[in-house]
C-alpha cells in the first residue's frame, strides 16, 4: 500500500501520540524541550513538556537549503519537514531504535535549515552523495537519512560512505516504522 509522506507522518504520529496516553494516560512528553516555547506544548510538569502535533505549513518549505547550496531536495523531504510541529519521537525499524527529528516550532525550524546546510556541505566537501537526515541513532555517528539521489531511505555513518538502504521511500519507512514510548 502507497502513502504519502505526509499521511504516512500523520499516522506514525498518531499511533506515538496513541502509545504514550495508553502506557502513560498522558501527552508524549520530552524533558530536552522542557522551557523552549512551542505551539505543541499541551501541558508542563516537573522539568517535563507534553506536546500534541499542531500542523505546520511555511510558505517556502525548505527552500532557503535549496537556495544556499543550489540544489533540489527531494518532495518527500519538503513533505516531512513541514507537515507539522511536534517533538522528536521514538522508533523502531526492523530493530534498528532511533529518533525522528521533528520541526518543534518556526525558530526551530530556522536552525533544522541551518543544520542541513552544514550536513549537506561536509557531503560536498567530502564527496558524498547528499542526503538529508530525518533521525538520529543511539550511535554518536549513526543517522537515519534520505538518499537525495534516490529518495531511499538508509542508516548512514556521518562522513563516511558506510550506507545501508532501509526503505525504498520515506513513505513507506514511516509506515513500517513502530512507535515506542520513551518513558
Not at 537556495?67 to 533540489?72: G, P
Not at 525550524?109 to 549537506?120: A, D, K
Request: glycine letters at 6%.
Amino acid at each position: 500500500m502507497t502513502f504519502n509522506v505526509t499521511a504516512a507522518l500523520t499516522d506514525f504520529t498518531r499511533r506515538y501520540v496513541d502509545l504514550w496516553q495508553q502506557e502513560t494516560g498522558l501527552p508524549p512528553a520530552s524533558s530536552e524541550l522542557y522551557g523552549i516555547p512551542s505551539p505543541c506544548i499541551e501541558r508542563t510538569g516537573d522539568e517535563v513538556v507534553h506536546w500534541l502535533p499542531k500542523p505546520f505549513t511555511p510558505s517556502d518549505k525548505l527552500s532557503k537549503v535549496e537556495d544556499a547550496l543550489d540544489i533540489r531536495l527531494q518532495n518527500s523531504v519538503h513533505d516531512y519537514y513541514v507537515t507539522q510541529f511536534a517533538g522528536d519521537m521514538s522508533a523502531n525499524f526492523e530493530g534498528l531504535n532511533f529518533s525522528l527529528i521533528q520541526v518543534w516550532s518556526e525558530e526551530d525550524f530556522i536552525r533544522l535549515q541551518e543544520n542541513l546546510i552544514g550536513h549537506l556541505v561536509t557531503q560536498k566537501r567530502l564527496k558524498l552523495s547528499p542526503t538529508i537526515f530525518i533521525g538520529t541513532t543511539d550511535s554518536d555517528m549513526g543517522q537515519i537519512s534520505v538518499c537525495n539521489l534516490t529518495g531511499q531511505v538508509m542508516l548512514e555513518q556521518f562522513g563516511s560512505k558506510e550506507r545501508t538502504v532501509l526503505s525504498a521511500d520515506l513513505a513507506a519507512f514511516l509506515s513500517a516504522a513502530s512507535p515506542a514510548a520513551s518513558l
